[in-house]
C-alpha cells in the first residue's frame, strides 16, 4: 500500500520511490534519465490499470502522471488513486502545455523538490511527449500534440470528440457517428470499440454503400443453402459474426428502406433470422453506426425510418470538418510526413500553401496530398511549395 512521503523529505539521504505513468516510452526514459538514482527509486506504468497495480503491489511515496493515459481519463484515475491511497502525492506533468501542477491540497517539500529538479535539468517543456520524432522543416510546436487510437489533434473540437468517444465505450449504447466524407469517422468507431470491455471481441464492419442492394441482407443477417440461386453452403452474417464485439455500419444513411426495418428489429430484440431459416438466433452485439448525410432530414423526406435514426442515435457524436480544426493541421501535416516521407522537411512556403487550402475532402484530402507530395519531391529532401499539389 502507498505510504505518505512527508516525513521521507525532510531527509536528504532517504530513497524516494516515484512510480511514472505514461503510455509514451520517451517520457518514460527521459523522466528516469533526470532523477538521480542515489536519491530516487523509479519505477513504470503505462496506463492507468497498470499504475494502480504497482501502486497495490508497492509502497510509492510519489505519483508522476502524464496527462494522456490511454486507458483512463487523468480525472477518473486521479479520483480512483485519492480513494484507495488518500496520502500518495501526486505531480501531473502537461507536456504540451510545459507545466508540473501537485493534485494535493498543500503542496510538500518532497513536490516541490522534484518539480524543480525537473526545471533545473532542461525544462518540463522539453520533455518528449508521445509526439513525433523531429526532422528538418517541422516547426517546434508541432512536433507535440495529442493522438489518441490513430486520431490526431488537441483542437477544443477533437477534444470533444476524445471525451464523448471515452464516455460511450464504457457501455453498450449506440452510437452514431456524423461527418464529411475523409474526417476519419471509422478511426472513432474503431477507438470506442477498442477501449470498451468488449475490445478482445470481434470488429466487424460493413459499408452499407460499397455492397449492392441485392446482398445487403445476406451479408448482414446469413442465408441458409438453398435459400436462393448461389446459397451453395449456409452462412452466418456479419451481426453474428460480431457477436461478443462490436458491428460498424459505415454509411448507414445508404441502406435500402426495407431492410432498416429488419434491422430496426434486431437492434429491439437482440436476435438474428437467417435468409430461408425459420429459426431465430440471439447475439450480444454494440452498434456504431456513421453517416455523412443529414439522417433526421432524411427521416423527416421518408427517405430514411424515423424510429431506426432515434435507436442509433442514442449517443451521438459529430465529428468536425478539418476546415473547423485548422489549428490541428500542422500536427496531421507531420503524423502523413512522418508515414509517408521519413525524415524529408517541409518547406515553410509548402506549409502556407497547406494552410491556405479549404480542405473539401477533410484529412483524406490532405493525407493524398502529402503522400503525392512525398512522391514529386522523393529525393530532394524537402517537400517545397510546387511539390504541393491540390
Sequence with gaps: ????????????????????????????????????????????????????????????????????????????????????????????????????????????????????????????????????????????????????????????????????????????????????????????????????????????IINCAAIPETLLEAELFGYTKGSFTGAVQSRIGRIHAAHGGTLFLDEIGEMPLPLQSKLLRFLEQGEVQRIGDTDTLKVDVRVVAATNADLKKMASQNLFREDLYYRLAVFPIRLPPLRERMEDLDALTDSFLVRFAPGMGLDPEARVRLHAHSWPGNVRELRNALERASLYAEGAGTIRAEDVVL
Excluded at 80 to 101: C, D, K, S, W
Excluded at 155 to 163: E, L, T
Design 1 to 204: 500500500m502507498s505510504s505518505s512521503a512527508g516525513p521521507l523529505s525532510e531527509n536528504p539521504v532517504s530513497l524516494i520511490t516515484v512510480l511514472l505513468v505514461s503510455s509514451s516510452f520517451e517520457l518514460r526514459r527521459s523522466l528516469r534519465d533526470r532523477l538521480p538514482p542515489q536519491r530516487w527509486c523509479v519505477r513504470e506504468a503505462e496506463g492507468g490499470a497498470d499504475a494502480l497495480e504497482k501502486l497495490s503491489q508497492a509502497e510509492i511515496d510519489v505519483l508522476l502522471l502524464d496527462v494522456g493515459l490511454p486507458d483512463l481519463r487523468p480525472g477518473e484515475f486521479r479520483d480512483l488513486v485519492r480513494m484507495q491511497f488518500p496520502e500518495l502525492q501526486i505531480l501531473t506533468l502537461n507536456v504540451q502545455t510545459g507545466y508540473a501542477r501537485s493534485e494535493n491540497p498543500a503542496s510538500s517539500g518532497l513536490l516541490t523538490e522534484l518539480t524543480e529538479l525537473l526545471r533545473l535539468r532542461g525544462g518540463i517543456a522539453d520533455l518528449p511527449g508521445p509526439g513525433l520524432p523531429s526532422f528538418p522543416g517541422m516547426r517546434p510546436s508541432a512536433a507535440i500534440r495529442q493522438e489518441w487510437h490513430g486520431m490526431v489533434g488537441s483542437s477544443a473540437a477533437m477534444q470533444r470528440v476524445y471525451h464523448a468517444a471515452r464516455l460511450v465505450a464504457r457501455r453498450d449504447t449506440s452510437v452514431l457517428i456524423s461527418g464529411e466524407s475523409g474526417t476519419g469517422k471509422d478511426l472513432v468507431a474503431r477507438a470506442i470499440h477498442f477501449t470498451s470491455p468488449r475490445e478482445k471481441q470481434p470488429f466487424v
